[in-house]
Antibody
Framework: EVQLEESGGGLVQSGGSLRLSCAAS????????MDWVRQAPGKGLEWVGR??????????EYAASVKGRFTISRDDSKSSLFLQMNSLKIEDTAMYYC????????????WGQGTLVIVSS | DIQLTQSPSSLSASVGDRVTITCRAS??????LAWFQQRAGEAPKSLIY???ILQSGVPSKFSGSGSGTEFTLTISSLQPEDFATYYC?????????FGGGTKVGIK
């Protein structure tokens, strides 16, 4: 069974930094692209970014709203995904989900339960 | 960026009703569209991918259709567990984008 467990959320001041983690189990982590998706309180879903596999040089893609501030990385030896968030803004307040990209299509197939990030002024 | 417009944004329906949700893309995305269900307080759950392929374990009362710029999600007979918010997602072009969501409520 695919399991994804996010951690690292919390309360942080505007301008601060936070690092989120996602522990994966139940599948071959290194074989999959991985995404971060967020959801502001009471709002819809927003794709944050993606990291590809080793064979794709761990290349990344980002939403314009976070590019230059957020960095996605992964540690395949620990089946872990990370999201380093710098220069946080109040509008980054959201539940952050990690999601597995399946081999057969390019969206977000399996999701964790999320970790909440609150950015205060 | 490709914009996805879902309609309606909300609807009220009764148990047993047939419900159809539309997702329109600002540019053609072939069949690179997925549908998700999100119940209150839960993470999204994948229902359909490639516009019409049912995710493993998803009941057949859910169906999807469309290609290019217009897509639909249909629930053939609404059950209490189906009252939720539904989102479409395009994965044809970066950045991936989601529709604004359709909240299905109880009439």
């Amino acid at each position: 069974e695919v399991q994804l467990e996010e951690s690292g959320g919390g309360l942080v001041q505007s301008g601060g930094s936070l690092r989120l983690s996602c522990a994966a189990s139940g599948f071959s982590f290194s074989d999959h692209f991985m995404d971060w998706v967020r959801q502001a309180p009471g709002k819809g879903l927003e794709w944050v970014g993606r990291i590809r596999k080793k064979s794709d040089s761990y290349s990344t893609e980002y939403a314009a709203s976070v590019k230059g501030r957020f960095t996605i990385s992964r540690d395949d030896s620990k089946s872990s995904l990370f999201l380093q968030m710098n220069s946080l803004k109040i509008e980054d307040t959201a539940m952050y989900y990690c999601a597995r990209v399946p081999a057969g299509w390019g969206g977000d197939e399996s999701w964790g339960q999320g970790t909440l990030v609150i950015v205060s002024s | 960026d490709i914009q996805l417009t879902q309609s309606p944004s909300s609807l009220s329906a009764s148990v047993g009703d047939r419900v159809t949700i539309t997702c329109r893309a600002s540019l053609g995305i072939s069949k690179n569209l997925a549908w998700f269900q999100q119940r209150a307080g839960e993470a999204p759950k994948s229902l359909i991918y490639t516009a019409s392929i049912l995710q493993s374990g998803v009941p057949s009362k859910f169906s999807g259709s469309g290609s290019g710029t217009e897509f639909t999600l249909t629930i053939s007979s609404l059950q209490p567990e189906d009252f939720a918010t539904y989102y479409c997602q395009q994965y044809n072009t970066y950045p991936l984008t989601f529709g604004g969501g359709t909240k299905v409520g109880i009439k």
